[in-house]
Nanobody, 121 residues
Framework: QVQLVESGGGLVQTGGSLRLSCAASGNIFSIGVMAWYRQAPGKQRELVAT???????SYADSVKGRFTISRGNAKNTVYLQMNSLKPEDTAAYYC???????????????WGQGTQVTVSS
């Protein structure tokens, strides 16, 4: 069974840093675009950053210059380094894969369970 599992969330003070990790498990040939989303209470889920299999990245304007998305050497992991955190970054952060190729099947729009990030002022 293919799944995405996030880790690394927690409570941090304004200006602090956190590093989120997302690992894909299961029998996987390859993974396409991976992304981090976040959802604050009462707000819609928003795209934070994306990275392609060739490691091309893009960022939401609100996190440019502060967050860095990267993929592990095995390409089955994705990270989000978050620096200079602000209270408005407080949200549940979700990892997503656009497509995952496994033997005999392609899975689309796979989400992790989320990890909470809280930034105190």
């Amino acid at each position: 069974q293919v799944q995405l599992v996030e880790s690394g969330g927690g409570l941090v003070q304004t200006g602090g840093s956190l590093r989120l990790s997302c690992a894909a498990s299961g029998n996987i040939f390859s993974i396409g675009v991976m992304a981090w989303y976040r959802q604050a209470p009462g707000k819609q889920r928003e795209l934070v950053a994306t990275i392609t299999s060739s490691r091309t990245t893009s960022y939401a304007d609100s996190v440019k210059g502060r967050f860095t998305i990267s993929r592990g050497n095995a390409k089955n992991t994705v990270y989000l380094q978050m620096n200079s955190l602000k209270p408005e970054d407080t949200a549940a952060y979700y990892c997503k894969a656009d497509d995952i190729r496994s033997p005999g099947i392609i899975l689309y729009d796979i989400w992790g369970q989320g990890t909470q990030v809280t930034v105190s002022s």
